[in-house]
């Protein structure tokens, strides 16, 4: 399921089966899971910020092609910052538990993501070209993961802030003051994310699994 074609008066039903899913205990798991917060986090974001700023006349905006258009390119557009900051707060939960396979942990973490991506086809409001650049993009920013102490989870929306502001589908003018609204969104809501990863995820399953041990005595050798 291609969670970006899920428009905004689905993100209830998406809301639901975050809160109803099963245990985190294997990479494809842990894909769906990254997969899904990711596209959540945008899209709710850029749709209620939206709804908000139009007011009373969010039912005839969310009508005008014109504006239908530009919330499309916004949400593909971001949505490699979501699976971004997913996977760095992801990372930061799983690496006290990679033990002396940290590195190789790490990269097996940086290709589900980029596989992850891999998942959607070029979206006709990017275009090949875009959408090319957005991976590449991503897969830099993935090499940074793990080159600084773990973060907390509200702070790992930080540097992220900026790009996800400047692709709201409102005009600049309008939203100019409302900065720390948005950050102060993308850090409550990645809370969330951590909140439900850890109560859900099987830790030394989850490590062993990247790390092609399904037999969990790599991890269990690192506690």
Not at 35 to 45: E, L, W
Not at 116 to 123: A, E, I, L, N, S
């Amino acid at each position: 399921m291609h969670r970006l074609k899920t428009l905004g008066g689905d993100l209830k039903a998406m809301a639901g089966r975050l809160f109803r899913s099963p245990p985190i205990a294997d990479a494809g798991a842990l894909a769906e899971f990254i997969d899904m917060q990711s596209a959540f986090v945008v899209q709710k974001g850029i749709y209620e910020y939206s709804r908000a700023r139009a007011g009373h006349y969010a039912k005839v905006l969310f009508k005008e092609q014109a504006f239908l258009d530009a919330v499309d390119r916004s949400r593909w557009s971001a949505y490699p910052i979501g699976l971004a900051m997913v996977a760095e707060l992801v990372e930061g939960v799983l690496r006290p538990l990679a033990g002396d396979d940290r590195s190789r942990q790490l990269d097996a973490l940086r290709a589900l993501i980029l596989s992850v991506f891999d998942r959607y086809p070029v979206p006709a409001a990017l275009g090949e070209r875009t959408w090319s650049e957005a991976r590449a993009e991503l897969a830099r920013r993935l090499q940074l993961i793990g080159l600084h102490p773990v973060k907390r989870a509200f702070e790992v929306a930080d540097p992220f802030v900026r790009a996800y502001f400047d692709l709201l589908p409102i005009n600049e003018a309008l939203r100019r003051n409302e900065f720390p609204t948005i950050h102060g969104y993308l850090r409550a809501t990645l809370c969330n994310v951590h909140e439900e990863l850890t109560k859900r995820m099987d830790g030394p399953a989850l490590v062993a699994a990247l790390l092609g041990d399904p037999s969990g005595t790599r991890a269990a050798s690192a506690h």
